[in-house]
T-cell receptor, first 111, second 114 residues
């Protein structure tokens, strides 16, 4: 069974701080996706990383895919209250029939 | 509509009753997924449809749960004889072809079993 483990589970920081969220697995994934979910809404895709070692930047968010394609990280620079939410990593199972999610990191940024 | 639509948005039901949750995917999307999310938790996969067939039902937690999809479009998730542990948010997602593509989610149905 392919599992994705995220850490930390909860993160509470002040505006302007930097943070990193991790997503790890013992399985290889062809790609990993990062979603952000706000209360009362469904998850929304932020980015998909496909190539081992790949780094993608989305404004203040930097996503990295591990060389072995078993792990990924999300780094936020100078966090803002608008970054508050549940961050989820996800990857398709080997059969391509299910998008498997980690349990998520709940981020709270206070001003 | 432009996005994935789910109804109802909230459902309160008595223990033992049956409920039906509806999902309208994005037009043209052949892949459709159902997930369950407990408070503050990640998403638990329930079932995957490609067209009208369900090649992966491995996430359905018991035989009280079933789902169907008709016309390659609307899907219904049915929970029979609901239990309190069924209380959760049920999310539906669709993607263009299910082949490692982006999944678009609805806002979910919050089910409360009392």
């Amino acid at each position: 069974t392919q599992l994705l483990e995220q850490s930390p589970q909860f993160l509470s920081i002040q505006e302007g701080e930097n943070l990193t969220v991790y997503c790890n697995s013992s399985s290889v994934f062809s790609s990993l996706q990062w979603y952000r979910q706000e209360p009362g809404e469904g998850p929304v895709l932020l980015v998909t990383v496909v190539t081992g070692g790949e780094v993608k930047k989305l404004k203040r968010l930097t996503f990295q895919f591990g060389d072995a394609r078993k792990d990924s990280s999300l780094h936020i620079t100078a966090a803002q209250p608008g970054d508050t939410g549940l961050y989820l990593c996800a990857g398709y199972n080997q059969a391509g029939t299910a998008l498997i999610f980690g349990k998520g990191t709940t981020l709270s940024v206070s001003s | 509509g432009a996005g994935v639509s789910q109804s109802p948005s909230n459902k309160v039901t008595e223990k033992g009753k049956d409920v039906e949750l509806r999902c309208d995917p994005i037009s043209g999307h052949t892949a459709l997924y159902w997930y369950r999310q407990s408070l503050g938790q990640g998403l638990e996969f329930l079932i995957y449809f490609q067209g009208n067939s369900a090649p992966d039902k491995s996430g359905l937690p018991s035989d009280r749960f079933s789902a169907e999809r008709t016309g390659g479009s609307v899907s219904t998730l049915t929970i029979q004889r609901t239990q309190q542990e069924d209380s959760a948010v049920y999310l539906c997602a669709s993607s263009f072809d299910g082949m490692n593509t982006e999944a678009f989610f609805g806002q979910g149905t919050r089910l409360t079993v009392v």
